[in-house]
């Protein structure tokens, strides 16, 4: 476009100057050389320019914002950064800077210890001293300040006094210790001296005593081999007597399917029950001192014993799984049950009871009809709960005078 203007421009000038020439013939203004020399010179400008080597224009870039409804990514030149590098004697000042950090630390650490092991020594406590001193030793060969080092071999040499005056106290106490021990042993030995005269006195006296007593101590024991004997035979008696129409309480345990009757205990109690030869009641083994380990029957229930006149009965039950059982089971205790003959039912004195005999409601008799009171279905049922109209009736009992034999208890010696 620059350039037809300018061939328009030249054309335009020689028609307003046609008539000048130069001397030499030529025309100045003649658009033709004009022109030919501005072709050659593009011609030169153009072969120029091809062989200019174009420069890599990748390294940037232009966006160009428009409205479009997707954005496009830009890229953002970042230029490098080169690090610089570290010289020798920047090197040296850092490591020395470290040096000096890493000292100061271990001097701080140092002094710690050193008031710590100072505070040790005026309380007098070696032990703690030591360890502190153990620790400082590990430390102080490290250290470089001359007056830390001062002030650790002070304490040291504290230390080291500390551990002469604590031995020399160990040693006066020792000795203190010793003479406190002989004269008590001397004055132990004047008094068992003493003593033994005064015994072997006293020993005198109790024989002349003794002697005067024996007869009576021999006639006391024969009384009471006598009353044991007797007691003896009148539980044999109470176990061995049966009721006059025995034959007819058979006839209604027979009848119902009645082969056995129960007792429950803790385990722990057979080894007694072997000993003394058989059950007791609660109230024969209080009167006469046999102990019981576990014993079943709480205040209340020996109170309504004594409210009922059963205080001195052994009590059995028809039933094998007996509820108070369950619930002392239940509470953690070993229990067994006792299968014993139902002979016993049969003796003199047992009495019948138609549910628990501790509970208000209940009647209780040693007659024929009192057994005949007993819902046999009821006791023989398994597993009767609370709410059954069985529950009471399951638990009907037997009450033996004083005493049941162990010849009468089938499992004693399996338990």
Not at 39 to 67: G, R, V
Not at 331 to 344: A, H
Not at 374 to 396: G, L, M, S
């Amino acid at each position: 476009m620059l350039f037809t203007w300018l061939k328009k421009y030249l054309v335009d000038t020689f028609r307003n100057s046609s008539s000048s020439t130069k001397n030499d013939g030529t025309n100045p203004y003649d658009p033709s050389s004009s022109i030919n020399k501005l072709e050659e010179k593009k011609k030169i400008a153009q072969k120029e320019k091809d062989n200019i080597k174009q420069s890599d224009y990748t390294w940037f870039s232009l966006e160009i914002l428009t409205k479009s409804k997707e954005s496009k990514n830009i890229q953002v030149y970042t230029p490098r950064i080169i690090e610089e590098i570290p010289t020798l004697q920047f090197l040296k000042t850092k490591r020395l800077d470290n040096e000096a950090y890493e000292q100061q630390k271990l001097e701080d650490s140092v002094k710690v210890l050193l008031d710590k092991l100072g505070v040790y020594l005026s309380c007098k406590n070696e032990i703690d001293a030591k360890r502190t001193l153990q620790e400082l030793t590990n430390n102080i060969v490290r250290v470089k300040k001359l007056s830390i080092k001062e002030r650790y071999e002070t304490l040291q040499k504290k230390y080291l006094k500390l551990q002469n005056d604590l031995e020399q106290e160990r040693l006066i106490k020792l000795t203190k210790e010793r003479t406190r021990k002989e004269k008590e042993e001397h004055k132990n030995k004047e008094k068992e001296e003493n003593e033994k005269i005064k015994h072997e006195k006293q020993i005198a006296k109790e024989l002349k005593r003794k002697e005067l007593n024996v007869n009576l101590l021999i006639e006391e024991a024969r009384k009471e081999e006598r009353a044991e004997q007797t007691e003896k035979a009148r539980l044999e008696d109470l176990s061995t007597n049966r009721k006059e129409n025995w034959a007819d309480f058979k006839q209604v345990l027979d009848e119902n399917g009645i082969q056995y009757l129960y007792h429950f205990t803790d385990r722990l109690n057979i080894p007694s029950i072997k000993s003394h030869g058989g059950l007791f009641s609660w109230d024969y083994c209080k009167k006469n001192k046999i102990t019981i380990p576990y014993q079943g029957g709480d205040y209340n229930s020996q109170e309504l014993d004594k409210k009922y006149g059963l205080e001195d009965y052994v009590r059995l039950s028809f039933c094998y799984d007996h509820p108070m059982a369950f619930r002392l089971r239940q509470s953690g205790r070993d229990i067994v049950r006792l299968k014993i003959k139902v002979d016993v039912a049969l003796l003199k004195d047992t009495l019948f009871s138609d549910i628990n005999a501790a509970d208000k409601r209940h009647t209780h008799g040693g007659k024929l009809e009192d057994l005949k009171k007993v819902n046999f279905e009821a006791t023989q049922r398994k597993y009767v709960c609370k709410d059954d109209i069985d529950f009471k009736p399951h638990q009907a009992e037997v009450m033996v005078k004083t005493f049941v034999s162990k010849k009468y208890i089938v499992n004693l010696d399996s338990i």
